[in-house]
């Protein structure tokens, strides 16, 4: 078990729609409230990127600051690898939920966080590790998918976020999706619909992942679905949704090559993977302290 936390550094984007700046104002206020010695400074962000440069220099200023992204789980994966940047670091994470999906939120918190702050020592957990050839690592609290996932991820990104505007982007991306090739293991090759590597066992708000899945037993769980006919991956898709897909295999590290261009989601934000890239995912046991 680390060591208490000696002030809080609270993250948010003025620009949100989810009301961070409102929630990390009251967040700011309520521990005033409770404990007015501990120091609580609220740090808006500038630009896309920007929470990982603040928590990067929170982090490396020494102590042992608790950084809270007041965010959804994107700006909070900006928070984790920004921490992360700082080998060594006594910092601590925690998030606010004030995003669309807020995955990460619903599934590992464990009392509303002004008392987890309040209560004191932050606790292990660990992330995922995803490396793209020899580049540096890019960290994950809660998810990385290729395929589907990130395909209709990118498709609510354009067309806007909202129950009905989501229901119907993803049922056009559905429609439009091609498998994409990878290769397991040489002449290994494999046409796939989706391949998710699971810190927690839900994901999208509704779907279960997995029913075995915490983010502190050293392993991931990994959902591979081979491609198979629209009607099928229907099936499973509201499998996850009202019943969940029951146990997954688990692991602590996973590689295989892409072999064409092909869209990553690590935790809530879309990017590309170009054709011919080695990716290996492996379990960072322990390796974010935080508060939830």
């Known amino acids: 078990m680390a060591e208490p936390i000696d002030s809080v550094l609270v993250v948010f984007n003025p620009g949100s729609t989810g009301d961070a700046d409102v929630l990390a104002e009251q967040l700011r ?66 998030v606010l939920a004030a995003g669309n999906a807020n995955d990460h939120d619903r ?3 464990r009392r509303p966080l002004v008392e987890a702050i309040l209560d004191g020592r932050p606790e292990p957990m660990d992330l995922l590790e995803m490396h793209r050839d020899d580049d540096p690592p890019h960290y994950a609290h809660s998810y990385i998918g290729f395929g589907l996932t990130p395909v209709v991820a990118l498709q609510i990104e354009k067309g806007g976020k909202g ?3 989501e229901v119907i982007t993803t049922v056009r991306a559905f429609w439009a999706f091609t498998p994409f090739e990878v290769e397991f293991s040489r002449g290994d090759r494999r046409r796939i619909d ?18 075995t899945s915490r983010p502190d037993d050293g392993r991931f769980e990994v959902v591979l679905l081979e491609h198979r006919p629209k009607w099928k991956q229907l099936w499973v898709a509201a499998r996850a949704a009202f019943s969940g897909l029951g146990r997954q295999p688990a692991t602590s ?24 890239t080695a990716i290996r995912v492996r379990c960072a046991a322990g390796a974010l302290n935080v508060v939830r």
């Open 253 to 276: 590290d996973f590689r295989f090559t892409a072999c064409g261009p092909m869209p990553v989601q690590i935790d809530g934000e879309v990017d590309e993977v170009a054709g011919g």
């Open 29 to 94: 206020d309520e521990l005033g409230s409770a404990r007015p010695e501990l120091a609580v400074r609220l740090v808006p962000t500038e630009y896309a990127g920007h929470a990982r440069v603040i928590a990067r220099e929170a982090a490396s200023a020494g102590g042992r600051p608790l950084i809270v992204s007041a965010s959804g789980d994107g700006g909070y994966n900006e928070v984790v690898n920004g921490i992360m940047d700082v080998p060594g670091t006594d910092a601590s994470a925690a």
């Open 194 to 211: 989706n391949l998710v590597f699971a810190n927690i066992g839900e994901m999208a708000k509704v779907a279960e992942l997995s029913a």
């Open 107 to 109: 599934v590992t918190a």
């Open 163 to 165: 129950s009905i505007r």
